[in-house]
């Protein structure tokens, strides 16, 4: 291995760690807690160092944003292959989702709620995001209806999804009533 790849691999592995790092602290204390400061310390490298990765604060919110975008889409896609029939995919596709959210808070909000400096909905949206918009449209582009867009049905049905997470987040709806509310998304939306 020559100096230079060996350095592209330390390189490479100060950026996970920084990565991993803002989102466990993110998770524990929420992104007010992600600072460089607070991330050198945790890394024990530098604030240079940490600069030398990335710009600030925005650029981690969007790594670990593309990060969880390609977790997210796993994770509904392990999850629709596994359900026979349209409506249990459609139904195990709405649980993925909200499950993410749930066990995950501050990744979908790097992911949905702060600006990580990532283009979204638009010809440079970076390839993680679109993918994860793909494999909700992979399933649910499947049920959209005759004479109605796939993409658009995709868009309106994942607004629906964010809405629950982020009422149930804030308290505004009782998570209680998770399934009841998924069992009507999907069988109202999804016009089972």
Do not use: C
Request: glycine share 8%.
């Amino acid at each position: 291995m020559s100096v230079q790849e060996r350095k592209e691999r330390e390189r490479a592995g100060r950026e996970r760690l920084i990565v991993a790092t803002a989102r466990e602290l993110a998770e524990q204390q929420g992104w007010d807690a992600v600072t460089t400061r607070r991330l050198a310390e945790r890394i024990e490298y530098s604030q240079p160092v940490l600069y030398s990765h990335f710009r600030g604060k925005r650029e981690i919110i969007g790594a670990v944003a593309l990060e969880g975008a390609t977790e997210m889409a796993a994770a509904v896609r392990a999850a629709t292959s596994a359900a026979d029939g349209p409506r249990a995919r459609v139904t195990a596709l709405a649980r993925a989702y909200l499950d993410f959210a749930a066990r995950n808070p501050a990744v979908y909000d790097a992911i949905f709620q702060l600006d990580g400096g990532l283009a979204y909905a638009r010809e440079d949206t970076p390839e993680p995001l679109k993918d994860a918009f793909a494999a909700l449209l992979e399933t649910l582009g499947e049920v959209a209806g005759d004479g109605v867009h796939p993409g658009l049905y995709t868009e309106t049905f994942w607004a629906a999804l964010h809405g629950l997470v982020t009422l149930t987040r804030a308290g505004r709806l009782p998570p209680e009533h998770t399934e009841v509310r998924v069992g009507l998304l999907v069988d109202r939306l999804a016009a089972f």
